[in-house]
């Protein structure tokens, strides 16, 4: 199943609905809608989805990072709160909305683990995303990433703790609808491969899967994380679904073909059933259709 990326962004419903038909014009009858959140009229979403025969493939449910930084207010990012109350009303967030949206027909909904709590949190971020820009040499980069990187071990165990029972209420309130995890594109978020590994070993479940994304997976890599493939190996026999987008310097949501990601050593590595969306930050009809024909001349449209 191939689909596209559509968000709900301060154009509102029009510009939600005009991506719509751009997508359907290039050939998709499937969608992937993400939403930052929860304070938005989701009745008059799922109504005008109907009625402009949009088929739901997935609901991605994604703050914007600097959103995903704020700690004193509960969001879809933060499921993993080291504030008891923060995570759990993060995750009757998500509950709530998956219900709002149930009309609809999602059949996945893909959530990110948030980010590690860590004093100068933001002002590390951009020192990393410096990192990205920079044409530094390998070794030097590792070495500003040690001086960077440095996560409470005591934090993090807390945090992941956090978010396996919020994660558990949330797949047992939606089931059978699967819940997907993304892997993140900062080594400050929570959910670095052994964590996520603890996450499907503590939950197990039959609707708890991995969802991968390519440029999540090429900026950790830049910044010290495992190969694209590492993850796919990985959580393969978990995987849903798979964000396709380009990723250049450190800026991702780029139309596949345009960055850095070989999408042809990909290809082969993902099952038939794996869900294919492709992610074009802006939007637009020439990038749209080049990223397409891009991806179906690689053997992954």
Known sequence: MKAITVRLDSGGLDSLLKRVRMGQELGFDKFDLCLSSPQVALGRIVAALKEHNVG?????????????????????????????????????????????????????????????????????????????????????????????????QGVVEE?????????????????????????????????????MQHVFDDLGGRNLGYWHCTANAAILHKLGGPPQA??????????????????????????????????????????QTTVRVMVVGDDKGTKLRFGSEYLSKVGIF
């Open 230 to 271: 590492d993850w796919i190996q990985r959580f393969g026999t978990r995987l849903k679904g798979v964000y396709l987008e380009d990723m250049l310097g450190g800026h991702g949501e780029q139309a596949p073909g345009l960055g850095e990601i070989d999408f042809k050593q990909l290809a082969p590595q993902l099952a």
């Open 56 to 152: 739901l493939t997935a609901l991605r449910l994604k703050e914007e990072r600097q959103a995903a930084f704020i700690t004193r207010k509960p969001g879809y990012s933060k499921i993993g709160a080291r504030d008891a109350a923060i995570a759990e009303r993060s995750a009757e967030m998500v509950i709530q909305t998956a219900e709002q949206m149930a009309p609809a027909k999602p059949q996945f909904i893909v959530l990110e683990g948030g980010y590690v709590a860590a004093p100068n949190l933001n002002e590390r971020q951009l020192q990393l995303d410096e990192l990205l820009d920079c044409d530094e040499c390998e070794d030097t980069r590792r070495e500003r990433l040690a001086e960077i990187v440095k996560l409470d």
């Open 159 to 195: 945090q992941l703790d956090r978010f396996c029972r919020g994660l558990h209420a949330i797949t047992k309130a939606v089931a059978p609808l699967d819940v997907c995890l993304l892997p993140p594109e900062s080594p400050f978020g929570l959910l670095q491969p052994e964590n």
